[in-house]
């Protein structure tokens, strides 16, 4: 949501080159119902074979593969999954399906995020479709095998708050019809993944939200052409610009020249310590308000203090939070 906050989105400038690249792509989507028209066996060969890249490489992101030809298999309904890969494998089909089919109906809430993620973990036996209990980070490993906090996400406590807020704010954004919408649907998926909202599966629903989003503003590439390959192919750039991105998000629009602007300086730090440091860098500013949450605005939530990140408590084991 704080992309949407302090009208941080509208003042953001854009290259020359940007605003090419979006004037070319809704030009592109004039013409999609030409190629409906004129080639539609063509167009349904290849909306079979990205829906098995998306499955197939949405899942690999995360760690998760499968046996050669299994993934054709599975998404084909040919076989039943063997076992926990293959499950979630089947899943993922599972929701592409519903999202390709049922887009125009579908409306953009809570309900349906923790809906998708149900289904999901559907044939594992883990239940999905619940916000995350404990605090979790987006963790990198590098080379030395060692593993590192990209970023520190939303509290749990904070989530369901913060996604509500998002989804309202990003709504209002499309009403107001002040940006383009491929803009707004990049900055929503961003602040989902920055929120974390969920113990697992947060790439996959954000890529999923991706698609879905694309299609209600008239998108409809995704049907013939895997963006979820193309973000597999790029995935080192991907992480990059995320990394980039996500940069001052936390700042809540409170620090000027950093998301929003304010009168004062003042700001939380996630991984606030008392010596003044935060994540290897001086801590400058002072806490904004020290009252409890349920009383602080939208922008003042509070975030979780220095502690253990990078693991996931299952209800069984804790695990490496490796994936997203």
């Known amino acids: 949501m704080r992309s949407f906050e302090y009208d941080y989105l509208l003042e953001t400038s854009i290259s020359h080159l940007q605003g090419m690249t979006l004037r070319a792509l809704g030009e592109y989507r004039g013409r999609q119902a030409l190629y409906v028209e004129q080639s539609p066996e063509v167009l349904e060969t290849l909306r079979k074979v990205a829906m098995v890249q998306s ?39 599972d ?41 979790n980070a987006i963790i990198e490993v590098g080379a030395d095998g060692k593993q590192y906090i990209r970023f520190r996400t939303v509290s749990a406590l904070a989530t369901p ?19 383009d919408p491929l803009l707004l649907i990049a900055s929503f998926v961003l602040d989902f993944e920055c929120i974390h909202p969920f113990w697992d599966g947060n790439g996959r629903i954000g890529r999923l939200l991706t698609l879905f989003l694309l ?4 998108y409809d590439v995704g049907r013939y052409i895997s963006l979820e390959r193309i973000v597999e192919q790029s995935k080192e750039t991907y992480y990059e610009a995320l990394q980039k991105s996500s940069t001052g998000w936390h700042a809540c629009g409170r620090v000027q020249g950093v998301r929003g602007k304010s009168r004062d300086h003042h700001f939380f730090t996630w991984g606030q310590t008392k010596d003044g440091s935060a994540g290897g860098r001086q801590f400058t500013g002072k806490v904004q308000n020290r009252r409890p949450a349920a009383s602080l605005p939208w922008s003042e939530l509070p975030y979780p203090s220095e502690g253990t990140f990078g693991y996931a408590q299952d209800g069984q084991s804790r695990m490496p939070w490796a994936r997203t």
């Open 161 to 179: 708050e913060f996604i509500e807020r998002l989804i309202d704010l990003f709504k209002l954004a499309l009403d107001q019809g002040k940006a």
């Open 95 to 135: 929701v592409l399906a519903d999202i390709h089919t049922n887009y125009r109906r579908m409306i953009l809430s809570t309900d349906l995020i923790r809906r998708w993620h149900r289904a999901l973990y559907h044939f594992t036996g883990t239940a999905g479709g619940s916000w995350k209990e404990k605090d």
């Open 215 to 218: 299609y209600q503003s008239g």
């Open 55 to 93: 499955t197939e490489s949405s899942n690999r992101i995360e760690g998760i593969t499968v046996g050669p030809g299994r993934v054709d298999r599975i998404v084909l309904k040919k076989d039943e999954p063997r076992d926990r890969s293959e499950q979630e494998v089947a899943g993922y089909r």
